[in-house]
């Protein structure tokens, strides 16, 4: 079992930033794909970006240029630096885990982040 927990979203006017953290616990294997997904209201689940270490990085078209995705040194934790934030950003942002080794996922419950005037 792996746990996800996601924090950093708030409120933000267009053109803001926010830094989203994620932080995993438990069986954490060594080979793995941490990134982020997000589900607008009345939307289906979307990819953001995604990264796997020693990897380059993935972004959905939507974000390319704004978001940054990165992990952390202990390699447990993954964060998306979004700049330029637009309304359209609005959304509930998941934390997503890959084991590489036997394909489990697992995913945290969510932060939303709210891009408003």
């Known amino acids: 079992q792996v746990q996800l927990v996601e924090s950093g979203g708030g409120l933000v006017q267009p053109g803001g930033s926010l830094r989203l953290s994620c932080s995993a616990s438990?069986?954490?294997?060594?080979?793995?794909?941490m990134g982020w997904y997000r589900q607008a209201p009345g939307k289906q689940r979307e990819f953001v970006a995604s990264?796997?270490?020693?990897?380059?990085?993935n972004y959905a078209i939507a974000v390319t240029g704004r978001f940054t995705i990165s992990r952390g040194n202990a390699r447990n934790a993954v964060y998306l630096q979004m700049n330029n934030l637009k309304p359209e950003d609005t959304a509930h942002y998941y934390c997503?885990?890959?084991?590489?080794?036997?394909?489990?996922?697992?995913w945290g419950k969510g932060t939303l982040v709210t891009v408003s005037s």
């Open positions: 438990g069986s954490i294997f060594p080979i793995n794909v």
């Open positions: 990264i796997r270490i020693g990897n380059r990085a």
């Open positions: 997503n885990y890959q084991n590489l080794g036997n394909g489990m996922e697992y």
